[in-house]
Structures are given as structure tokens and as C-alpha cells.
């Protein structure tokens, strides 16, 4: 059923808005949600709900009253950066480790992607190459539900078990309205992308700057010492910022800006940037150019003709666990048990786990079996995503008995 789940999952379209200032983004995420709940109702988990803001919550009894509770978090959004809507998949089965041709005019070819050697002889799920997969995150949440279903059906030792589906997660808004006492674990782990037997708790600081030019509009032919054009304004305030430290120059631990909107024109143009730093001085040295840059601009003209809104949207949880690394070994436990070497590398981005540490649930990240991320190229693989549900069911076993 795993494999049918998710791509049962995947036919729903729930790209996130950043634009929209409704909670969720989307309705159409809500779509998702009541299918889940349904789902939960029919594996007999009655207590099932989706709130007001299109979160989904659910909790399953243990049998072990000494025990944690451990909750398990998947996102239901989609990326904006590319369309989600009327996906089609393929399987691949027994694949050959080769370039894989998606349509006529687009190939993941392991050139660009050198570790699909590794995936040979297993079982890949595509697209056509016109959308996004959405295995980010309905690997996770086909792995979650999985999970559910055994649970129901087990008699096997485990304590209390949370479960929750959030929207607007790819936005940086999945925790916004996160209900802590509802949800009522000890800690949990986000299900959210990766290799299966990954396990994350570092993760970038990251920060928003919406910037506004102002420029002055005058004809051009009668614009000499008059017009002061908003466009070439923001070029230069972008010219200001190091290019080195751009998401195509970095990668492990560094930081950067980057600019992935930017519109408008002579009299107003507005340019969006997301900044991201594992070190929290380096993090607010960025954010501190991006007010240096708005001066000297300012001061240069002698008019305000730039202005910033810098507002940070989640930090680096990795302090949170100094005094609790035992949630870490249970994970790695976990994941040895599986099979697997258990690997801990820094998150260039995000998950809800960053922002639910930060307030007080502490939430790793593990690895879903699903790769390339946010465009055409991404795929998930089965054998990984089974390997993700054995895991999951190990950590509540681990938990269960002691």
C-alpha cells in the first residue's frame, strides 16, 4: 500500500502561496487534508481531525504508559518553485543506473546527478518531466500512514504515538499555527526528505528581505538629471551584496543570499531575497548588508529611495540537542537496525523540525527516500521509502521497550 499511497498523494495539487496571507496559503491544500482524515477514520484512528488552518492531527494509544510519546510530521505543501498540478508518474523498476529520459526534450543524466550510479537495480518513480514529483513530502506522509496501519493492526510494544500532516511548510510557515498541546509528544521527527538513513539537526538560519525601490518616472526624452530609474536602483543595491556568496557558489556550512524574485519597473521595483547561515554571527553579518546596502544607496542619492523588511523565519536547532542527543541515537539506533550506516549531514534549507526545536519540541529530521527536490528532476525511490517506514517502525519499537 505504500507505493499506492503516495501516488495517490502526489495526484493532489497543493502548491503553497507565499503571496497569500490566508492560513493555509492554499485551500486546495485542504483538499489532502480531508482525504487523510478519511483515511485515518477507515485504518479506525477516530480521533482524526483537520483543524481551522488545515492541519491534521491524529494519535494513536500506546500500550506502554512508562513510555515517551513520539510524534512523526510530514508537510502536505508543495514547492512553488515549480507546478505540482496533474502529475504523472512512472516507475522505473530494476533500474539501469543510466541517463533517464523524461520527455523529448528534457533527461536526468547522471552527468548533472553522478549519484544515480548508486541507485542501480532499484525502483525508481518519475515524472514526465512537466511537473514537480511532490515526493516533498508525501514520501513522508505515505511513510506516516503506513505506519498507522501497522500500528493499528499490532499488539507490538510502544508508547504513545502523535501524528501530525502541516501546510505551508515550503513557504517557512508550517509551524505557525502548530498546536503544541495538542499534538502532546515528548519529541518528534519530521519525515521530510533526503536518503533513507539520514538523520538532520543542523540546518541553516534563515531570514526573508523583501526590498522596495522607488524610483522617480520622467519621459525619457525629457529625463536628464530628472528620472531616477528603480530598476537600475536595485541592480546596483544587488551589486552591493557579495557575489560570491550566492546559492550557485556555496555549499556543506556556507551561507548566502539569494534573490528569487524580482519585478517591477522605473518608478517601483521590488526584489525578494531568502538569506541562509548554519553560524548565527555569519547569519546576522548577512542580514546586517542587506540594512548596509539600503544606506549607502539612501546616503549615495541623498533620498530614501530604498527600504528593507529583513524578518527571520527559522534558526539552526543543532544547540537544542547538546543536552539531548539520546533523541539522536534513538534515530541512529534505529536506522542501524535497518541496515543502514546512519548519516548526519548540515540541511542547506529547512524543515518544520527547525522551527518546532527552536520552540521547544525538539524535532530532527529523517531521510524519506526521495531526491532532487523542488523541480522536473525529482524522483523518489521505493526501496528507500519501504526501508523509511521499517525505521520509523524500529523507533517506536526501541521506545516501546524500554
Known amino acids: 500500500m505504500l507505493v499506492e499511497r503516495f501516488l495517490k498523494y502526489v495526484s493532489f495539487d497543493t502548491e503553497s502561496d507565499p503571496s497569500s496571507e490566508t492560513i493555509p496559503s492554499t485551500s486546495k491544500q485542504k483538499l489532502l487534508a480531508e482525504y487523510l482524515v478519511k483515511e485515518l477514520h477507515d485504518l479506525k484512528v477516530d480521533n482524526a481531525h483537520m483543524d481551522e488552518y488545515g492541519y491534521v492531527y491524529a494519535h494513536i494509544k500506546g500500550n506502554n504508559p512508562d513510555a515517551d510519546t513520539v510524534g512523526f510530521i510530514a508537510h502536505m505543501d508543495t514547492s512553488f518553485d515549480f507546478s505540482g498540478k496533474d502529475v504523472k508518474t512512472r516507475i522505473i523498476e530494476d533500474y539501469d ?23 542501480k537495480g532499484q525502483s525508481l518513480i518519475v515524472t514526465d518531466g512537466t511537473t514537480l514529483l511532490g515526493a516533498d513530502d508525501k514520501a513522508g506522509i505515505a511513510e506516516i500512514m503506513t505506519l498507522v496501519e501497522y500500528l493499528m493492526t499490532s499488539d507490538a510494544a510502544r508508547g504513545d504515538i502523535s501524528i501530525c500532516f ?23 521527527y519530521t519525515l521530510d526528505g533526503g536518503p533513507v538513513g539520514s538523520i538532520e539537526f543542523e540546518n541553516f538560519n534563515a531570514a526573508s528581505a523583501d526590498v522596495h525601490v522607488s524610483g522617480i518616472s520622467i519621459h525619457p526624452g525629457d529625463s536628464k538629471d530628472k528620472m531616477v530609474n528603480a530598476i537600475l536602483i536595485a541592480m546596483e543595491f544587488n551589486s552591493l551584496l557579495d557575489a560570491t556568496a550566492r546559492p550557485e557558489h556555496t555549499e556543506s556550512y556556507e551561507g548566502f543570499y539569494h534573490l528569487h524574485d524580482m519585478s517591477g519597473d522605473v518608478s517601483n521595483t521590488e526584489m525578494n531575497y531568502i538569506i541562509r547561515d548554519h553560524d548565527s554571527q555569519a547569519f546576522a553579518f548577512k ?35 547538546t543536552d539531548q542527543m539520546h533523541i539522536i541515537e534513538l534515530a541512529r539506533e534505529a536506522i542501524t537496525a535497518q541496515g543502514f550506516d546512519p548519516v548526519s549531514l548540515p540541511i542547506r534549507g529547512g524543515t518544520d523540525g527547525a522551527r518546532l526545536t527552536y520552540e521547544g519540541l525538539l524535532t530532527p529530521n529523517l531521510g524519506t527516500g526521495g531526491y532532487n527536490y523542488h523541480g522536473p528532476h525529482e524522483f523518489a525511490v521505493i526501496e528507500e521509502m519501504q526501508a523509511s517506514v521499517e525505521i520509523i517502525k524500529n523507533i517506536v519499537k526501541i521506545i516501546g521497550e524500554r
Open 97 to 119: 543506473g543510466l541517463d533517464i529520459k523524461l520527455n523529448d526534450d528534457l533527461t536526468t543524466s547522471v552527468e548533472v546527478f553522478p549519484f544515480l550510479s548508486n541507485l
Open 166 to 188: 502541516t501546510p505551508d511548510e515550503e513557504i517557512g510557515r508550517g509551524a505557525d499555527m502548530f498546536d503544541y498541546k495538542k499534538f502532546n509528544a515528548d519529541y518528534a
Open 287 to 321: 542580514k546586517n548588508q542587506i540594512v548596509k546596502a539600503r544606506d549607502f544607496i539612501n546616503n549615495k542619492y541623498q533620498a530614501e529611495l530604498v527600504k528593507v523588511d529583513v524578518k527571520d523565519s527559522y534558526y539552526n536547532m543543532a544547540s537544542f540537542f
